[in-house]
């Protein structure tokens, strides 16, 4: 319909005949070839010559008419129907930015639907945004796979991380529930909260194993984090919806990008700084050139457990057993 109705504006001559003008232009044209065949059967004389002029000045008045509206209706086109055709093309257009705007401040630029296993395709957009960043900021549950990314890039990063503290069970019980209800139900209770303990102590194991890769980490240690995991680079921020009740049989829930400048980003960029800041929050500070002896201080100021040598190589040989089998499930490389 939309074709049709663009002929039928962009043709003159269409709109001629569909006209009281085109109507009088046909009338003209009846006159004059009647006209004409009148004079052929007339016998020579003056009444002949009159009929013949009478058609003769017809037909030119037909062709001449026909011609100039033509040309009227084409300046007219121009002058009228071609200015509305490109306002309403800027109408649109800047509705069109306008919506974009919206979609860009509201609505995630990629979503990732859950799945029981690394989703590559998930991980390679996520480490293009951590080697395009300055700043990491890391929100989750106990920082094992922010670990394992920093070691699998060369960059060198800022991270602040925040991650579940183990002496709190309030801390854990959101996760131990969405571990519980994946499991089944044969699930046992205990044991996933004993599981989730050790994480956590791996997970803060592995961010001093990567201090390599920063400038700077600070780990903040909270004892009641939000459910759902923040990776927060310069120009895009990641929300993994553990607290999404549809994706309760997948052990890794549905993901959303949002990008820099959107309401969300901001949001949760709010919220981190305010977990950070919070009372309740113990930090640990680690550089490149935090020895073993302080970090096991520190982890022990913070968590109320003195590592040993025994203990620390067992968390370091687990950390590496998770970053191997999660880099080569996530196709992370090396």
Same mark, same amino acid.
């Given at each position: 319909?939309? /074709?049709? #109705?663009?002929?039928?504006?962009?043709?003159?001559?269409?709109?001629?005949?569909?006209?009281?003008?085109?109507?009088?232009?046909?009338?003209?044209?009846?006159?004059?070839?009647?006209?004409?065949?009148?004079?052929?059967?007339?016998?020579?004389? *003056?009444?002949?010559?009159?009929? &013949? /002029?009478?058609?003769?000045?017809?037909?030119?008045?037909?062709?001449?008419?026909?011609?100039?509206?033509?040309?009227?209706?084409?300046?007219?086109?121009?002058?009228?129907?071609?200015?509305?055709?490109?306002?309403?093309?800027?109408?649109?257009?800047?509705?069109?930015?306008?919506?974009?705007?919206?979609?860009?401040?509201?609505?995630?630029?990629?979503?990732?639907?859950?799945?029981?296993?690394?989703?590559? #395709?998930?991980?390679?957009?996520?480490?293009?945004?951590?080697?395009?960043?300055?700043?990491?900021?890391?929100?989750?549950?106990?920082?094992?796979?922010?670990?394992?990314?920093?070691?699998?890039?060369?960059?060198?990063?800022?991270?602040?991380?925040?991650?579940?503290?183990?002496?709190?069970?309030?801390?854990?019980?959101?996760? /131990?529930?969405?571990?519980?209800?994946? #499991?089944?139900?044969?699930?046992?209770?205990?044991?996933?909260?004993?599981?989730?303990?050790?994480?956590?102590?791996?997970?803060?194991?592995?961010?001093?194993?990567?201090?390599?890769?920063?400038?700077?980490?600070?780990?903040?240690?909270?004892?009641?984090?939000?459910?759902?995991?923040?990776?927060?680079?310069?120009?895009?921020?990641?929300?993994?919806?553990?607290?999404?009740? #549809?994706?309760? *049989?997948?052990?890794?829930?549905?993901?959303?990008?949002?990008?820099?400048?959107?309401?969300?980003?901001?949001?949760?960029?709010?919220?981190?700084?305010?977990?950070?800041?919070?009372?309740?929050?113990?930090?640990?500070?680690?550089?490149? *050139?935090?020895?073993?002896?302080?970090?096991?201080?520190?982890?022990?100021?913070?968590?109320?457990?003195?590592?040993?040598?025994?203990?620390?190589?067992?968390?370091?040989?687990?950390?590496?057993?998770?970053?191997?089998?999660? &880099?080569?499930?996530?196709?992370?490389? &090396?």
């Amino acid at each position: 319909m939309g /074709a049709e #109705a663009k002929r039928g504006r962009g043709d003159p001559i269409r709109e001629i005949f569909w006209t009281r003008t085109g109507l009088l232009l046909l009338i003209l044209l009846i006159v004059s070839a009647s006209s004409i065949a009148i004079s052929a059967g007339m016998p020579t004389g *003056t009444a002949k010559n009159i009929v &013949s /002029a009478v058609s003769i000045g017809t037909m030119v008045s037909a062709i001449v008419g026909f011609g100039q509206t033509l040309i009227t209706a084409s300046a007219a086109q121009r002058a009228t129907v071609t200015p509305l055709i490109e306002e309403n093309r800027r109408a649109l257009a800047e509705l069109s930015a306008e919506y974009r705007s919206l979609n860009s401040e509201f609505f995630p630029t990629h979503v990732f639907e859950a799945t029981t296993a690394p989703d590559p #395709a998930f991980n390679r957009r996520l480490m293009e945004d951590l080697a395009n960043t300055r700043q990491y900021a890391f929100r989750g549950f106990s920082g094992r796979h922010a670990a394992a990314r920093l070691l699998t890039s060369p960059a060198a990063w800022e991270l602040r991380a925040v991650v579940a503290d183990p002496r709190e069970l309030s801390g854990i019980s959101g996760r /131990a529930r969405h571990l519980a209800r994946q #499991a089944g139900p044969a699930a046992d209770y205990d044991a996933i909260q004993a599981l989730l303990h050790d994480e956590i102590r791996i997970g803060l194991v592995g961010l001093f194993l990567a201090r390599g890769r920063c400038e700077r980490t600070d780990v903040f240690v909270v004892p009641d984090p939000p459910l759902d995991r923040l990776e927060m680079f310069d120009d895009s921020a990641w929300i993994t919806l553990y607290s999404d009740s #549809a994706g309760t *049989t997948k052990l890794y829930p549905r993901t959303l990008r949002f990008s820099h400048g959107s309401f969300i980003y901001n949001m949760q960029r709010a919220e981190f700084t305010r977990i950070t800041s919070s009372r309740d929050t113990r930090h640990l500070a680690i550089t490149p *050139t935090t020895t073993r002896r302080e970090f096991v201080d520190q982890f022990e100021e913070v968590t109320g457990t003195r590592l040993r040598e025994k203990q620390f190589t067992e968390l370091e040989d687990k950390f590496h057993s998770f970053r191997q089998d999660f &880099s080569v499930a996530a196709e992370l490389g &090396s």
